[in-house]
Protein backbone atom coordinates (compact mmCIF):
# COMPACT_ATOMS: atom_id res chain seq x y z
CA UNK A 1 0.00 0.00 0.00
CA UNK A 2 1.24 3.53 -1.06
CA UNK A 3 2.25 5.03 2.37
CA UNK A 4 0.86 8.56 1.17
CA UNK A 5 -2.29 7.12 0.50
CA UNK A 6 -5.17 8.47 2.87
CA UNK A 7 -6.33 6.05 5.83
CA UNK A 8 -9.79 5.85 6.57
CA UNK A 9 -11.95 4.51 9.59
CA UNK A 10 -14.48 1.71 8.73
CA UNK A 11 -16.76 0.73 11.55
CA UNK A 12 -18.78 -2.15 10.91
CA UNK A 13 -22.53 -2.58 13.13
CA UNK A 14 -23.73 -5.35 14.38
CA UNK A 15 -26.65 -6.06 11.25
CA UNK A 16 -23.01 -5.56 8.90
CA UNK A 17 -21.20 -8.46 10.39
CA UNK A 18 -24.27 -10.08 11.33
CA UNK A 19 -23.20 -13.69 9.22
CA UNK A 20 -20.49 -15.29 8.15
CA UNK A 21 -21.78 -13.92 4.53
CA UNK A 22 -22.25 -10.39 5.64
CA UNK A 23 -18.82 -10.72 7.14
CA UNK A 24 -17.20 -11.81 3.74
CA UNK A 25 -19.25 -8.97 1.84
CA UNK A 26 -17.56 -6.44 4.41
CA UNK A 27 -14.16 -8.11 4.13
CA UNK A 28 -14.77 -7.90 0.00
CA UNK A 29 -15.30 -3.82 0.40
CA UNK A 30 -12.60 -3.54 2.53
CA UNK A 31 -10.06 -5.01 -0.22
CA UNK A 32 -11.72 -2.72 -2.70
CA UNK A 33 -11.05 -0.02 -0.69
CA UNK A 34 -7.16 -0.85 -0.59
CA UNK A 35 -7.44 -1.44 -4.49
CA UNK A 36 -8.80 1.69 -4.77
CA UNK A 37 -5.73 3.47 -3.22
CA UNK A 38 -6.76 4.28 0.64
CA UNK A 39 -5.82 2.89 3.70
CA UNK A 40 -8.38 1.35 5.98
CA UNK A 41 -8.80 0.40 9.26
CA UNK A 42 -11.63 -1.57 10.14
CA UNK A 43 -13.45 -0.98 13.34
CA UNK A 44 -16.37 -3.84 14.57
CA UNK A 45 -19.33 -4.04 16.59
CA UNK A 46 -20.36 -7.24 17.62
CA UNK A 47 -22.27 -9.98 15.08
CA UNK A 48 -25.97 -9.52 14.97
CA UNK A 49 -27.60 -9.38 18.47
CA UNK A 50 -24.71 -10.86 20.18
CA UNK A 51 -24.41 -8.34 22.82
CA UNK A 52 -27.85 -8.64 23.77
CA UNK A 53 -27.42 -12.39 24.25
CA UNK A 54 -24.51 -12.08 26.41
CA UNK A 55 -26.05 -9.43 28.55
CA UNK A 56 -29.13 -11.67 29.11
CA UNK A 57 -26.78 -14.54 29.81
CA UNK A 58 -25.18 -12.55 32.43
CA UNK A 59 -28.62 -12.04 33.88
CA UNK A 60 -29.47 -15.78 33.47
CA UNK A 61 -26.66 -16.80 35.88
CA UNK A 62 -26.59 -14.18 38.40
CA UNK A 63 -28.26 -11.34 39.96
CA UNK A 64 -26.16 -8.63 39.67
CA UNK A 65 -23.20 -9.57 37.37
CA UNK A 66 -19.58 -7.79 38.86
CA UNK A 67 -19.11 -5.25 36.44
CA UNK A 68 -15.35 -6.12 35.56
CA UNK A 69 -16.90 -10.21 34.49
CA UNK A 70 -19.56 -7.80 32.46
CA UNK A 71 -16.92 -6.35 30.52
CA UNK A 72 -15.18 -9.55 29.78
CA UNK A 73 -17.57 -10.92 28.56
CA UNK A 74 -19.11 -8.29 26.15
CA UNK A 75 -16.00 -7.31 24.63
CA UNK A 76 -15.63 -11.06 23.39
CA UNK A 77 -18.45 -10.53 20.91
CA UNK A 78 -16.73 -7.74 18.89
CA UNK A 79 -13.31 -9.99 19.76
CA UNK A 80 -14.96 -12.44 17.50
CA UNK A 81 -15.87 -10.56 14.99
CA UNK A 82 -12.55 -9.16 14.74
CA UNK A 83 -10.91 -12.38 14.43
CA UNK A 84 -13.70 -13.48 11.89
CA UNK A 85 -13.03 -10.03 9.49
CA UNK A 86 -9.74 -10.30 9.70
CA UNK A 87 -9.28 -13.77 8.20
CA UNK A 88 -12.21 -12.95 5.50
CA UNK A 89 -9.47 -10.32 4.70
CA UNK A 90 -6.74 -12.52 4.40
CA UNK A 91 -8.32 -14.82 2.43
CA UNK A 92 -8.91 -12.33 -0.32
CA UNK A 93 -4.77 -12.77 -0.27
CA UNK A 94 -4.72 -8.84 1.80
CA UNK A 95 -2.44 -8.80 4.76
CA UNK A 96 -4.85 -8.26 8.39
CA UNK A 97 -4.52 -8.19 12.06
CA UNK A 98 -6.92 -8.29 14.50
CA UNK A 99 -6.37 -5.91 17.50
CA UNK A 100 -7.98 -5.57 20.67
CA UNK A 101 -9.20 -2.34 22.53
CA UNK A 102 -6.42 -3.01 24.72
CA UNK A 103 -3.81 -3.66 21.57
CA UNK A 104 -5.00 -0.88 19.70
CA UNK A 105 -4.16 1.46 22.46
CA UNK A 106 -7.42 2.47 24.34
CA UNK A 107 -7.05 3.71 27.54
CA UNK A 108 -10.08 4.51 29.66
CA UNK A 109 -11.39 4.51 33.32
CA UNK A 110 -12.83 1.97 35.41
CA UNK A 111 -16.03 2.68 34.94
CA UNK A 112 -17.31 -1.00 34.01
CA UNK A 113 -19.84 -1.35 31.39
CA UNK A 114 -19.61 2.47 29.90
CA UNK A 115 -16.36 3.43 30.64
CA UNK A 116 -14.77 6.88 29.30
CA UNK A 117 -11.45 7.04 27.19
CA UNK A 118 -9.07 8.75 28.66
CA UNK A 119 -6.63 8.28 25.92
CA UNK A 120 -5.77 6.99 22.33
CA UNK A 121 -2.40 5.34 21.82
CA UNK A 122 -2.72 3.48 18.46
CA UNK A 123 1.20 2.54 18.02
CA UNK A 124 0.05 -0.82 16.88
CA UNK A 125 -2.09 0.31 14.33
CA UNK A 126 0.54 2.70 12.82
CA UNK A 127 2.76 -0.31 12.82
CA UNK A 128 0.43 -2.66 11.08
CA UNK A 129 -0.84 -0.23 8.49
CA UNK A 130 2.90 1.22 7.62
CA UNK A 131 3.71 -2.75 6.98
CA UNK A 132 0.71 -2.23 4.92
CA UNK A 133 -1.36 -4.57 6.67
CA UNK A 134 -5.34 -3.97 6.90
CA UNK A 135 -5.93 -3.60 10.97
CA UNK A 136 -9.08 -4.69 12.37
CA UNK A 137 -9.96 -3.10 15.93
CA UNK A 138 -12.70 -4.42 18.46
CA UNK A 139 -15.40 -1.75 18.62
CA UNK A 140 -16.56 -0.56 22.10
CA UNK A 141 -13.32 -1.71 24.39
CA UNK A 142 -10.08 -0.55 25.72
CA UNK A 143 -8.33 -1.35 29.25
CA UNK A 144 -8.28 0.32 32.39
CA UNK A 145 -4.92 1.93 34.57
CA UNK A 146 -5.87 -1.22 36.72
CA UNK A 147 -5.36 -3.22 33.85
CA UNK A 148 -8.58 -4.32 33.43
CA UNK A 149 -10.32 -5.05 30.43
CA UNK A 150 -13.64 -2.30 29.95
CA UNK A 151 -16.24 -1.64 27.44
CA UNK A 152 -17.42 1.87 26.54
CA UNK A 153 -21.19 0.86 26.89
CA UNK A 154 -24.16 0.63 23.87
CA UNK A 155 -22.91 1.69 20.80
CA UNK A 156 -19.28 2.60 22.20
CA UNK A 157 -17.94 0.60 18.97
CA UNK A 158 -19.23 4.26 16.66
CA UNK A 159 -17.01 5.90 20.01
CA UNK A 160 -13.95 3.53 19.21
CA UNK A 161 -14.15 4.74 15.39
CA UNK A 162 -14.36 8.31 15.62
CA UNK A 163 -11.46 8.29 18.66
CA UNK A 164 -9.12 6.46 16.16
CA UNK A 165 -9.97 8.47 12.71
CA UNK A 166 -8.95 11.27 15.10
CA UNK A 167 -6.10 9.46 16.75
CA UNK A 168 -4.58 8.18 13.19
CA UNK A 169 -5.44 11.59 11.30
CA UNK A 170 -7.82 10.29 9.29
CA UNK A 171 -8.92 11.69 6.68
CA UNK A 172 -12.81 10.69 7.50
CA UNK A 173 -14.84 8.27 9.86
CA UNK A 174 -17.08 5.86 7.83
CA UNK A 175 -19.95 4.51 9.87
CA UNK A 176 -21.49 1.49 8.38
CA UNK A 177 -24.96 0.48 9.44
CA UNK A 178 -28.15 -1.47 8.39
CA UNK A 179 -30.00 1.89 7.09
CA UNK A 180 -28.56 4.13 4.17
CA UNK A 181 -27.54 7.73 6.04
CA UNK A 182 -29.29 10.22 8.56
CA UNK A 183 -33.14 10.73 7.02
CA UNK A 184 -35.28 13.29 7.47
CA UNK A 185 -37.57 11.85 9.80
CA UNK A 186 -37.84 7.69 10.84
CA UNK A 187 -38.78 6.15 7.42
CA UNK A 188 -40.62 3.60 9.37
CA UNK A 189 -43.51 6.32 10.87
CA UNK A 190 -42.88 8.87 7.28
CA UNK A 191 -42.23 6.51 3.68
CA UNK A 192 -41.45 9.70 1.91
CA UNK A 193 -39.03 10.28 4.86
CA UNK A 194 -35.68 11.82 2.42
CA UNK A 195 -31.80 10.97 2.84
CA UNK A 196 -29.84 13.90 3.71
CA UNK A 197 -26.73 14.15 1.44
CA UNK A 198 -25.27 16.03 4.60
CA UNK A 199 -25.98 17.00 7.96
CA UNK A 200 -24.20 19.47 10.52
CA UNK A 201 -22.77 18.34 14.07
CA UNK A 202 -25.01 20.35 16.03
CA UNK A 203 -27.81 19.12 14.01
CA UNK A 204 -27.06 15.59 14.21
CA UNK A 205 -26.07 16.06 18.17
CA UNK A 206 -29.76 17.39 18.71
CA UNK A 207 -31.42 14.54 16.74
CA UNK A 208 -29.40 11.81 18.65
CA UNK A 209 -30.29 13.61 21.91
CA UNK A 210 -34.18 13.57 20.69
CA UNK A 211 -35.08 9.96 19.81
CA UNK A 212 -32.72 9.79 16.32
CA UNK A 213 -30.91 6.29 17.73
CA UNK A 214 -27.87 6.18 15.29
CA UNK A 215 -25.16 7.18 15.54
CA UNK A 216 -24.51 7.04 19.14
CA UNK A 217 -24.56 10.47 20.38
CA UNK A 218 -21.19 10.00 22.47
CA UNK A 219 -19.88 9.63 19.05
CA UNK A 220 -21.12 12.90 17.60
CA UNK A 221 -20.20 14.32 20.25
CA UNK A 222 -16.95 13.63 19.68
CA UNK A 223 -16.25 14.26 16.04
CA UNK A 224 -18.02 17.80 16.80
CA UNK A 225 -15.05 18.31 19.50
CA UNK A 226 -12.23 17.10 17.32
CA UNK A 227 -13.48 17.95 13.97
CA UNK A 228 -13.53 14.00 12.64
CA UNK A 229 -16.00 14.38 9.41
CA UNK A 230 -18.31 11.12 9.02
CA UNK A 231 -20.07 9.33 6.77
CA UNK A 232 -23.03 7.64 7.67
CA UNK A 233 -23.75 4.68 5.13
CA UNK A 234 -24.88 1.26 4.35
CA UNK A 235 -22.94 -2.67 4.36
CA UNK A 236 -25.85 -3.51 2.27
CA UNK A 237 -26.35 -1.46 -1.02
CA UNK A 238 -22.75 0.45 -0.08
CA UNK A 239 -24.10 3.84 -2.24
CA UNK A 240 -22.86 7.21 -0.58
CA UNK A 241 -25.12 8.00 2.91
CA UNK A 242 -25.02 11.05 4.74
CA UNK A 243 -22.12 13.20 5.30
CA UNK A 244 -21.52 14.63 8.99
CA UNK A 245 -19.86 17.82 8.89
CA UNK A 246 -19.03 21.34 10.54
CA UNK A 247 -21.85 24.06 10.07
CA UNK A 248 -19.08 26.34 8.87
CA UNK A 249 -17.87 23.81 5.89
CA UNK A 250 -21.85 24.57 4.79
CA UNK A 251 -22.78 27.19 1.73
CA UNK A 252 -26.00 27.33 2.60
CA UNK A 253 -28.22 26.13 5.95
CA UNK A 254 -31.92 24.29 6.38
CA UNK A 255 -34.07 26.20 7.64
CA UNK A 256 -35.48 22.54 9.51
CA UNK A 257 -33.61 19.66 8.34
CA UNK A 258 -35.35 16.99 10.16
CA UNK A 259 -38.30 15.77 12.57
CA UNK A 260 -36.84 13.44 15.59
CA UNK A 261 -39.19 11.71 17.88
CA UNK A 262 -38.58 9.90 21.43
CA UNK A 263 -41.03 7.91 23.30
CA UNK A 264 -38.63 6.82 26.23
CA UNK A 265 -39.69 9.13 28.01
CA UNK A 266 -42.45 10.14 31.31
CA UNK A 267 -43.19 13.03 32.92
CA UNK A 268 -43.31 14.14 36.58
CA UNK A 269 -45.40 16.61 38.13
CA UNK A 270 -44.92 18.50 40.62
CA UNK A 271 -47.92 20.80 42.19
CA UNK A 272 -48.10 23.63 44.71
CA UNK A 273 -44.86 23.62 45.11
CA UNK A 274 -43.60 26.82 47.32
CA UNK A 275 -42.73 29.69 44.93
CA UNK A 276 -38.89 30.25 47.24
CA UNK A 277 -35.26 30.06 46.07
CA UNK A 278 -33.53 26.39 46.51
CA UNK A 279 -36.79 24.49 46.15
CA UNK A 280 -35.77 23.49 42.37
CA UNK A 281 -32.22 23.01 44.18
CA UNK A 282 -32.96 20.39 46.60
CA UNK A 283 -35.46 18.53 44.49
CA UNK A 284 -32.86 18.19 41.54
CA UNK A 285 -30.25 17.79 43.52
CA UNK A 286 -31.90 14.71 44.93
CA UNK A 287 -32.68 13.21 41.78
CA UNK A 288 -29.37 13.63 40.71
CA UNK A 289 -27.82 12.04 43.60
CA UNK A 290 -30.38 9.30 42.70
CA UNK A 291 -28.44 9.09 39.24
CA UNK A 292 -31.87 10.09 37.87
CA UNK A 293 -31.46 11.47 34.06
CA UNK A 294 -33.92 14.63 34.13
CA UNK A 295 -34.68 16.78 30.62
CA UNK A 296 -37.02 19.05 29.91
CA UNK A 297 -37.80 20.78 33.10
CA UNK A 298 -40.65 23.37 32.87
CA UNK A 299 -41.65 25.55 35.53
CA UNK A 300 -44.82 27.95 35.88
CA UNK A 301 -45.03 31.54 36.79
CA UNK A 302 -45.82 31.50 40.25
CA UNK A 303 -49.73 32.50 41.23
CA UNK A 304 -50.74 33.10 45.21
CA UNK A 305 -46.66 31.96 45.96
CA UNK A 306 -47.16 28.46 44.63
CA UNK A 307 -45.91 27.16 40.94
CA UNK A 308 -45.96 23.29 39.41
CA UNK A 309 -42.30 21.91 38.28
CA UNK A 310 -42.82 19.30 35.68
CA UNK A 311 -39.99 17.54 34.07
CA UNK A 312 -39.43 14.14 31.74
CA UNK A 313 -37.25 11.15 32.83
CA UNK A 314 -36.65 8.34 30.68
CA UNK A 315 -39.57 5.28 31.37
CA UNK A 316 -36.21 3.39 33.25
CA UNK A 317 -35.72 6.05 35.75
CA UNK A 318 -39.55 6.37 36.87
CA UNK A 319 -39.41 3.92 39.71
CA UNK A 320 -36.20 6.19 41.24
CA UNK A 321 -37.77 9.29 40.68
CA UNK A 322 -41.30 8.95 42.19
CA UNK A 323 -40.11 8.18 45.90
CA UNK A 324 -37.28 11.15 45.95
CA UNK A 325 -40.25 13.33 44.32
CA UNK A 326 -42.43 12.46 46.90
CA UNK A 327 -40.02 12.81 49.64
CA UNK A 328 -39.08 16.34 48.46
CA UNK A 329 -42.63 17.20 48.06
CA UNK A 330 -43.97 16.59 51.54
CA UNK A 331 -40.61 18.27 53.16
CA UNK A 332 -41.30 21.49 51.30
CA UNK A 333 -45.18 21.35 51.87
CA UNK A 334 -46.00 20.81 47.80
CA UNK A 335 -49.59 19.15 46.97
CA UNK A 336 -48.46 16.08 45.23
CA UNK A 337 -46.80 14.60 42.78
CA UNK A 338 -48.58 12.92 39.36
CA UNK A 339 -46.90 11.02 37.18
CA UNK A 340 -47.99 10.44 32.94
CA UNK A 341 -46.23 7.51 31.51
CA UNK A 342 -48.24 8.22 28.11
CA UNK A 343 -46.51 11.00 26.56
CA UNK A 344 -44.24 11.29 23.57
CA UNK A 345 -41.45 14.00 22.20
CA UNK A 346 -41.54 15.73 18.91
CA UNK A 347 -38.60 17.87 17.64
CA UNK A 348 -37.99 19.77 14.87
CA UNK A 349 -34.56 20.33 13.91
CA UNK A 350 -33.27 22.97 11.82
CA UNK A 351 -29.47 25.09 11.92
CA UNK A 352 -31.29 27.57 10.13
CA UNK A 353 -33.86 28.88 12.44
CA UNK A 354 -31.12 30.30 14.22
CA UNK A 355 -31.84 33.21 12.32
CA UNK A 356 -35.25 32.42 10.75
CA UNK A 357 -37.98 33.90 12.68
CA UNK A 358 -41.65 31.39 12.43
CA UNK A 359 -40.90 28.20 13.08
CA UNK A 360 -42.16 27.55 16.00
CA UNK A 361 -45.52 29.11 15.05
CA UNK A 362 -45.49 26.63 12.11
CA UNK A 363 -44.96 23.76 14.49
CA UNK A 364 -47.87 25.52 16.91
CA UNK A 365 -50.12 26.33 13.88
CA UNK A 366 -49.39 21.99 12.37
CA UNK A 367 -49.85 20.47 15.63
CA UNK A 368 -52.93 22.89 16.60
CA UNK A 369 -54.67 22.34 13.20
CA UNK A 370 -54.18 18.31 13.57
CA UNK A 371 -56.12 18.51 17.11
CA UNK A 372 -52.65 17.33 18.49
CA UNK A 373 -52.33 19.23 22.24
CA UNK A 374 -49.33 20.26 23.35
CA UNK A 375 -48.36 19.76 26.92
CA UNK A 376 -44.78 21.17 26.96
CA UNK A 377 -43.08 22.80 25.05
CA UNK A 378 -38.80 22.93 25.15
CA UNK A 379 -36.43 25.18 22.68
CA UNK A 380 -32.47 25.53 21.90
CA UNK A 381 -31.42 27.33 19.26
CA UNK A 382 -32.07 24.71 16.45
CA UNK A 383 -34.96 22.90 18.05
CA UNK A 384 -38.38 23.09 19.05
CA UNK A 385 -39.47 20.54 21.13
CA UNK A 386 -43.08 19.74 22.34
CA UNK A 387 -44.24 17.14 24.24
CA UNK A 388 -47.87 15.47 23.52
CA UNK A 389 -49.74 12.11 23.85
CA UNK A 390 -48.06 9.12 22.97
CA UNK A 391 -50.94 8.02 20.73
CA UNK A 392 -50.63 10.62 18.36
CA UNK A 393 -47.03 11.24 18.37
CA UNK A 394 -46.22 9.68 14.53
CA UNK A 395 -49.35 11.69 13.57
CA UNK A 396 -47.44 14.84 14.57
CA UNK A 397 -44.00 13.83 12.94
CA UNK A 398 -45.98 12.99 9.67
CA UNK A 399 -47.70 16.27 9.90
CA UNK A 400 -44.81 18.46 10.73
CA UNK A 401 -42.36 16.39 7.76
CA UNK A 402 -45.21 17.60 5.67
CA UNK A 403 -45.54 21.17 7.05
CA UNK A 404 -41.92 21.97 5.90
CA UNK A 405 -41.68 20.38 3.01
CA UNK A 406 -39.18 18.32 3.90
CA UNK A 407 -39.87 15.07 1.36
CA UNK A 408 -38.76 17.70 -1.32
CA UNK A 409 -35.76 18.88 -0.32
CA UNK A 410 -33.89 21.36 2.15
CA UNK A 411 -35.85 24.85 2.80
CA UNK A 412 -32.53 27.05 2.48
CA UNK A 413 -31.87 30.46 4.58
CA UNK A 414 -31.96 33.49 2.10
N1 LIG B 1 -21.95 -4.27 20.33
C1 LIG B 1 -22.19 -3.22 21.25
C2 LIG B 1 -23.66 -2.81 21.23
O1 LIG B 1 -24.46 -3.41 20.57
C3 LIG B 1 -21.28 -2.07 21.05
C4 LIG B 1 -21.41 -1.45 19.70
O2 LIG B 1 -21.56 -2.12 18.73
O3 LIG B 1 -21.35 -0.25 19.59
O4 LIG B 1 -24.02 -1.88 21.87
MG1 LIG C 1 -24.10 -1.44 17.70
Not at 31 to 51: F, L
Not at 93 to 121: C, K, N
Request: proline share 4%.
Amino acid sequence: MDSSAPIVVQKFGGTSVADTERIRAVADHVVRTVRHGERPVVVVSAMGKETDDLLRAARDVAASPPGREMDMLVTAGERKAMALVCMAINDLGVPSESFTGSQAGFLTDGTHTDARILDVRPDRIRAAIEAGRVPVVGGAQGVSDTNDVTFLGRGGSDTTAVALAHALGARSCELYTDVSGVFTTDPRVVSEARRMDRISFDELLEMTANGCPKPAMRSVEFARTHGVDLHIRSAFTWEQGTWVSKEEEFMEQAIVSAVVHDTDEAKVTILGVPDRPGIAAGLFRSLADAAVNVDMIVQNTSADGHTDISFTVPHGDLAVAIPVCERVASEVGATRVTTDDGIARVSVVGAGMRSHPGVAATVFETLAGNGINIEMISTSAIRISCVVRQDQVEQAVQHLHDAFSLADGPKLVD
